[in-house]
């Protein structure tokens, strides 16, 4: 009785009346693109190309990098792009045309100073052109680099870089049957697949022959790792300096060190405790250098007063340390962003100027001196 009592005490309210017309769902455009300001449709491209006072093409093309225009036209572009928020549909695109605008980057290890002033490189050589870097590692083991490969193509990627390595040659020319490969650190040409070498044997024949002018003629030598290409050029320029001098070498003065500063302070270590006299140090790379001089700042050696070292790369951080690092200078952002420049050329781009590298230099600076 209770409950009856308590219904019959709420009041009605009317509900209101309610149109009978359905109500569309308000489902994304995906060929448009968004989100655009509330009650305005997204802008579209051919909005871009009204403002910009240009053809839609020529929008497309400046988006894609592949439009050889003025720098007026392009700013022009640019500018109503940004004006209008405007976001180029790269989904709907892929559908149409197979592309997914990525570019595969195959690179050896994270932590590596070296792989991230590349891949500086190639993010700079893709900037402006639509297409976005896919990036994984090979470790420098070749089966797991073929694997990477595979699984890139798997991906749908529209072209790869291979930054160093152990693939060998052939590898790489089946892989390009399949799409546009560039690889850095070899020479090698084929059927789309290009390569960009340094002359590493130069870069360390120019290294040795500079502590061989100043008087050293007792030189030690933290090579790269044996199963690097690179390593095993530097350690053959090393030879080429000191057969071009006349200089002896004693082999116990050569220790192998792992590129990393951990196997330079353990390979300087092991030097310093072969009792054997030396009094300069060529080091396969600058992080072996960084290891090396810890070494000896631990020990109280002072450098370059009792040991003159000369590194290799030229890593940006060389010039900031303690005494700032002499060494040779590899274009290591050059290189990501010539690979980046050939495969958006490979792709249809138009380029300014032909991707091109410089020659290896000795930049001089305090950790070596004179006898």
């Known amino acids: 009785m209770h409950a009856r009592l308590f219904m019959h005490s709420i009041p009605i309210i009317p509900l209101p009346t309610m149109s009978t017309t359905p109500i569309k769902p308000n489902k994304p455009e995906f060929a448009q693109p968004g989100p655009a300001p509330e009650g305005v449709n997204a802008p579209t491209l051919f909005d871009v190309a009204r403002l910009a006072n240009v053809s839609p093409s020529t929008v497309s093309r400046i988006i894609n990098g592949s439009a050889k225009v003025s ?89 790869i870089a291979v930054l160093g390595g152990s693939l060998r040659d052939s590898e790489l020319v089946e892989f390009a049957r399949m799409q546009p490969i560039v690889v850095t650190g070899r020479k090698i040409e084929g059927h789309q697949l290009r390569g960009f070498h340094f002359d590493h044997v130069r870069g360390a024949l120019m290294a040795t022959q500079h502590l061989i002018e100043r008087g050293h003629t007792r030189i030690a030598y933290i090579a790269g790792p044996r199963a690097h290409p ?49 009094t300069a140090v060529f080091c396969a790379n600058d992080q072996t250098l960084w290891g090396a001089r810890m070494a000896l700042y631990r020990l109280g050696r002072a450098v370059p007063g009792e040991f003159s070292l000369v590194g290799f790369d030229d890593l940006p951080q060389s010039q900031y340390m303690t005494p700032p690092v002499t060494t040779v200078h590899q274009p290591i952002f050059e290189l990501g962003l010539a690979a980046a420049q050939s495969l958006l050329q490979a792709l249809g781009a138009e380029l300014e100027a032909e991707p091109a590298l410089v020659e290896p230099y000795l930049v001089l600076r305090e950790t070596t001196r004179a006898l």
């Open 71 to 159: 720098s007026e036209r392009k700013r022009a572009v640019e500018e109503a792009i940004r004006l209008l928020k405007f976001r180029p549909n790269f989904s709907a695109k892929s559908l149409r045309s197979g592309s997914t605008m990525t570019i595969g980057v195959l690179t050896q290890d994270f932590d590596s100073l070296y792989f991230a002033r590349a891949l500086k490189g190639i993010e700079k050589g893709l900037e402006g052109s639509g297409y976005a870097p896919l990036v994984i590692p090979g470790h420098w083991n070749p089966a797991e680099e073929a694997e990477r490969m595979r699984l890139l193509m798997a991906r749908k990627v529209d072209a």
């Open 230 to 278: 690179d390593a095993l050029d530097r350690t053959e320029g090393f030879f080429q300096a000191h057969r071009q001098a006349q200089l002896p070498f004693n082999p116990a003065l050569m220790v192998e060190g792992d590129y990393q500063e951990a196997g330079g302070d353990a390979a300087m270590v092991s030097l310093l405790d072969s009792g054997i006299p030396f």
